[in-house]
Nanobody
Framework: QVQLVESGGGLVQPGGSLRLSCEAS????????MGWYRQAPGKQRELVATITGAGSTNYADSVKGRFTISRDYAKRTVTLQMDSLQPEDTAVYYC???????????????WGQGTQVTVSS
């Protein structure tokens, strides 16, 4: 069984910073693209940032210049450093990963359980 376990959410004031982490565990052949998505109340889940197995990154326009995604290949973790947080960043943040199991061709998509980020004064 594969699990994505997130940590690091919480309450922060506008302009503050938070750091989210996600670790993939289980029987894994290789972790491909990892990323973060978020879902605010009454809205659809949206992409925040992704990072490929080769290290290429992609960000939503709304977070460019404020958020930084990185990963540790050995530890199978992905981190989202969030700076200059604003109330509109309030959402449940979900970790996502494409993970190969049993061989490079057997790739499955997984989601974490979500972690709440609240930006409020």
């Amino acid at each position: 069984q594969v699990q994505l376990v997130e940590s690091g959410g919480g309450l922060v004031q506008p302009g503050g910073s938070l750091r989210l982490s996600c670790e993939a565990s289980g029987i894994i052949f290789r972790v491909n693209t990892m990323g973060w998505y978020r879902q605010a109340p009454g809205k659809q889940r949206e992409l925040v940032a992704t990072i490929t197995g080769a290290g290429s990154t992609n960000y939503a326009d709304s977070v460019k210049g404020r958020f930084t995604i990185s990963r540790d290949y050995a530890k199978r973790t992905v981190t989202l450093q969030m700076d200059s947080l604003q109330p509109e960043d309030t959402a449940v943040y979900y970790c996502n990963a494409d993970i190969a199991r049993g061989g490079i061709q057997y790739v499955y998509n997984y989601w974490g359980q979500g972690t709440q980020v609240t930006v409020s004064s």
